[in-house]
């Protein structure tokens, strides 16, 4: 359909809320609405003759312009997120579109960009992620809304606290949230890895030890349960600790007293406990290698932390947080993760929960110098692995088992879960249904 002849082309572009501006073939301003004035502070007489690097200086200004790419290969780009440097200095994301200026015989004459402010978008967003945060721990899953839901009310109690989980869960940021919200939250908060520490070096570690107890001991030392006087101690990996050890550490609980290395006479404690642990513990009871009265000394209220997989849906919240956090350490302007990036992120299984989702970002940050980070910016295992084709891969298929075939692949991916399926594939749960109940048909 032709534009109207009798309308002023420039009229109809004033009025539009997108800011819109076009070039020539020397990347000179030969049209700014008013809405570009407005977003960029740039008034269109100013901007109109300038080169549109020295007005945007945008993220794509070093070599990535989207005008660029859609002039070279006569395409069009739609809905890009970006940022560029306001008048004022201030940054503003953006999400652009743009497309090559063609005369009436295909002659590229320059290009045009449309872009949309995402200012209040984005701060939107921040205010929703903030209302997702407890303490630093970040996430908006039914499986972690329970965990915070409790956590308040365990805080103030002064009771022993036992957090369970993989590795990786971040159990240490719930113990320092407890601590955090709790009576003692202006007392030392003392963390002590079982598992990192050999026995003998562990027991002078946790209680400390006198002058003379040992060959080396020339001047008294004060152990972590001394030193987390009137605040809380956090026993990760309590699974590991010693047998000899577990007594002692029972009459803690117990009697609120210990015995440095060398010492005659018992000390009192003021410390609240909080253990933590990747093992069954009731295996480990029944095995006989942890005491079941420390045990149960121990699980007076116990937390489960749920997996990485299992709360899928705080992936891009803790990839926006780290992102976030590694600007600021770095002195980076990473904008984020391009869309096929964040698709492999959403259906990898995490083994190594929370933790190697940062380590995996942060391997991301050495390479991607800019902009968003891209698949090739992952690490080499996360990096998609060209399929072998097989035999029975060549096999003529109908639409409808390929769709059978697809389906039970991804549900596979998500270990069963169908509304991780859903969302992969992109269709909704009835959909999904109807292609299994098609899968089971065909098997019959």
Request: net charge negative; hydrophobic share 40%.
């Amino acid at each position: 359909m032709k534009f109207p002849s009798n309308l002023p082309c420039s009229a109809v572009l004033d009025s539009l809320a997108d800011g819109v501006f076009t070039v020539d073939l020397d990347w000179n301003i030969t049209f700014f609405n008013e809405a570009a004035s407005r977003i960029t502070g740039v008034p269109s007489d100013e901007a109109v003759g300038s080169k549109c690097w020295d007005v945007f200086h945008s993220s794509l200004c070093d070599g990535n312009c989207a005008l660029k790419t859609c002039m070279i290969d006569c395409g069009r780009i739609s809905n890009k997120s970006i940022f560029f440097i306001h008048a004022d200095g201030r940054k503003v994301p953006v999400s652009i579109s743009a497309s090559p200026l063609v005369d009436a015989d295909g002659k590229i004459l320059g290009g045009v960009e449309s872009f949309r402010d995402l200012t209040d978008i984005q701060m939107i967003r921040r205010a929703v992620e903030d209302s997702r945060r407890f303490e630093d721990i970040i996430g908006k899953s039914k499986a972690l809304a329970k965990v915070f839901s409790i956590l308040p009310q365990v805080s103030k109690s002064e009771a022993t606290v036992l957090l369970l989980g993989e590795s990786g869960t971040g159990k240490e940021l719930f113990a320092r949230a407890i601590h955090n919200l709790s009576d003692r939250k202006n007392g030392p908060f003392v963390a002590v890895n079982c598992g990192a520490l050999p026995d003998n070096l562990l027991e002078s570690e946790l209680f400390g030890y006198k002058e003379g107890a040992f060959t080396d001991a020339r001047k008294d030392k004060a152990g972590r349960f001394a030193l987390a006087a009137g605040g809380t101690i956090f026993l990760d990996e309590i699974g590991d600790m010693p047998a000899k050890l577990q007594v002692k550490l029972l009459r803690v609980l117990q009697e609120k007293t210990f015995e440095p290395l060398g010492a005659v006479s018992s000390v009192k404690t003021d410390v609240r406990v909080i253990a933590a642990t990747n093992k069954n513990l009731t295996d480990l009871v029944e095995q006989g290698l942890f005491r079941q009265d420390l045990y149960y000394r121990l699980n007076v209220v116990t937390l489960n932390l749920p997996a990485l997989k299992d709360r899928v849906e705080d992936i891009p919240l803790l990839i926006n947080h780290f992102i976030s956090r590694l600007n600021a350490l770095q002195g980076k302007d990473i904008d984020g993760l391009s869309e096929d990036t964040l698709q492999i992120l959403m259906r990898h299984p995490f083994p190594g929960n929370v933790r190697e989702l940062e380590n995996i970002l942060e391997f991301a940050f050495i390479l991607c110098p800019s902009g968003f980070i891209q698949v090739e910016h992952l690490p080499e295992y996360m990096q998609p692995q060209t399929k072998v084709t097989t035999s029975s891969d060549n096999m003529p298929m109908t639409m409808e088992e390929v769709k059978c075939l697809a389906a039970r692949r991804a549900l596979e991916r998500n270990n069963g879960k169908k509304m991780a399926t859903c969302r992969e594939l992109g269709i909704s749960k009835d959909t999904l249904r109807r292609i299994l109940t098609n899968c089971e048909e065909q098997d019959s």
